[in-house]
Every structure is written in structure tokens, then in C-alpha cells.
């Protein structure tokens, strides 16, 4: 890949930069070099914008994190049926993965095996788990699901394993029973309706 176009503003270059290597590669296999030769820019530049790698790293996964909550707000915003709004966690994926075309598996799941304790992108992968898990259970009450609390990690674990899935494909082109996303979706669906039978 080339580096971006000198007009787009350093640090937003830089975080592009970021966000397609750490994704690519991983955070703890991606040198500061390598992001800064992507984004076209200086040491002194970069640092003037981030506290380090550390830094960039936080302000990495914190992008990604509002991009996923806003794309999320918004499939949501489509959404009436309770159930259905419940499973727009499946649909926010699709969309998600069609617009920054990701097919890797999950940025978040992979920076938790990586970042240390402490490390300030901790911040933003904690707040990843509270959206997930609060917005489901509330999902899960305004839809009037027995047990709100069993709903959101059932659905939780559903969401986590379609993403592993990804990472999966990535080194096993063909899978059985189709996107995982869209399995997942309907796995969760065939769940709830059994729930409620």
C-alpha cells in the first residue's frame, strides 16, 4: 500500500496508518516505523500528536470504537420490532465490515490478547465490553426477554464467535455454513424464538 495523500491532515493520516497495520499485522508486530512511513510523516510529528505507540494504539482502537458505536446507533435507528432490534447487533457487523472492509475478525478481541495491564487502549476495549453487554440487556428487557442479563452474554458469545470465525476464514477460505455473521444471526434468532415459545 502506498502512503496516504500529504492534504489529509498528519494525524489523521497517522491513524489511518495505524488502524490498516494493527489490523493487518497486529499491534505488537507493527513497528512506529512502519505506520510512519504509511502515513508519510515524521517522528517528531507523530509525537507531537501521540504519547507514543501506547498512545497511537489508544487512539487507534477509540476511532474504531466510535466508528462501530455510531454505525450500530444507526442500524438501530432503522430498526422497530424489539426482536429485531435486539439482533441489529448482527446487522451494525455486516455493515460495519461492508464500509471498512474488515475481514479479519475482531480489532478489539485481538488488541485483548495483546495489550498488557495498564496499557491506556485498555480504556477503550473495556468500553467496547460495556456497550456490547449493557445495550444487549437493555435490548434484551425492552423486548421483554425473561432474563436479560442470560440474554445479552448468550447473544454476546453468538457476536464473539462469528468474529473468530472471520480470523478463521483468513486462513480457511471456505467454511461451512455460510458468513458466520449471518449464521450467528440466525443461531441468535432460532435461540429467542425458543426462549419465548
Partial sequence: MTPFSATRPARERLLAAAGELFYESGIAATGVDAVLARAGVSPATMYAHFAGKDGLVAAYLEDRHTTWRQTWDAVLAECTDPVDRLLSLFDAVARYRQHQGNHRGCAFLAAATELPSGHPGQRWLAADTRLLT?????????????????VAATLLLCYDGALSGYARAATTPVLPGGDPIDRARRLAADWIAARTA
Avoid: M, N, Y
Wanted: charged letters at 35%; zero cysteines.
Fill in 134 to 150: 449493557d445495550r444487549l440487556r437493555e435490548l434484551a428487557a425492552a423486548a421483554g426477554l425473561p432474563g436479560p442479563e442470560d
